[in-house]
């Protein structure tokens, strides 16, 4: 493991794939070295922020229908989608 260590760290962010350019710009060339050696030859699907039903609901309780608008608009879901999270979430 320590040669695949020392050859992860020579990987510039000009070796990376375009898709992992982006992420490295965001998250940093560590982070992708350390995605490399844990999970290299792994399809990895990240999915939309609005998949994530629980944040969601705890985020839109005691919002202002204004805020949920902007809510709305920001994750591109409809207020059915927001009212059938909290829903689920028990958090009519």
């Known amino acids: 493991m320590q040669i695949e260590k020392e050859i992860a760290q020579l990987i ?38 609005k998949t994530f039903k629980k944040p969601i609901a705890k985020y839109v309780l005691g919002k202002t229908p204004n805020e949920l608008r902007k809510i709305r608009r920001s994750l591109a879901c409809t207020d059915r989608y927001l ?5 689920s979430m028990g958090l009519n």
């Open 12 to 49: 510039d962010i000009n070796d990376l794939p375009d898709n992992l350019k982006d992420a490295a710009e965001i998250c940093g060339i560590e982070a992708i070295r350390n995605l490399i050696l844990e999970f290299g030859g792994t399809t990895i699907v990240i999915p939309q922020l």
């Open 83 to 87: 009212r059938e999270i909290k829903k």
